[in-house]
């Protein structure tokens, strides 16, 4: 996570308070306890127990500015326009183990989560089943008072955050796939080509205020390009926007 990143105005979290329960209980685990949990290093568990203990008097950043992961990298929120980061504002949710559902510029601190961590607070569930039922029904609602379209941009890990298959009976998603080329020239998706594009591609959302999904094919980045044809094992879907490098 970016930290020091002082951008205001800032909006409250939807779930601040089953945020602030979480990171409480998150606060009395001691540091090897937290590697396990994490599955992270020692260093890295010690930085986070010490994240969770501050967690009230955290400096707090933007959810959109707070992220520095291949996605997020090619977004470039720091360089969205003010009127882009209008839009964001009321068109775009990110999603997060701990906070749940985001706005752009919901205040967070920092933190790390899996959503395989299991907590008293979650019932003994995983993370991603404890959200579940709180998160369904906003996401579909907030989508049908939007064009009921959904540009799902999100690795496919935060879809358990959701009644998935509820989602896509209820509201139409469209889920792009990036194929890049390997080392033989044969197409096929590879993890930090298409987390850069998804990046890439929220940024062209924003920044054109895009509202029709065939305004999609425009979209082009590091050599990336709208191709309806696609390779023989992309997925053949009216819902789905294929690119290729």
Known sequence: MNEGCSVKPLSVPMFQHVADVLAAEMAQVDATEMAQMLGC??????????????WGIAEKMPAIMAYNGQAYKHLKAATLSPEA???AGSHLWITCFLYGLLRPMDAIAPYR?????VLEATGDRPMNQFWRDRLTDVL???VKADDGILLHLSTT???HLFDWKRVKREVTVIKPVFYARNKRGDLQVQAVWAKACRGAMVR????????DPEMLTAFTH????YNPEGPAVAPKSATRFIFTQ
């Open 113 to 117: 989560m899996e959503h395989t961590v």
């Open 140 to 142: 579909i609602h907030s």
């Open 222 to 225: 590091e050599g990336f390009f």
């Open 157 to 159: 890990e935060y879809e």
């Open 41 to 54: 290093s020692l260093p890295l568990a010690m930085e986070n127990c010490e994240r969770y203990r501050a």
């Open 85 to 87: 980061l209008d839009y």
């Open 204 to 211: 062209f959302v924003l920044e054109n205020r895009i509202t």
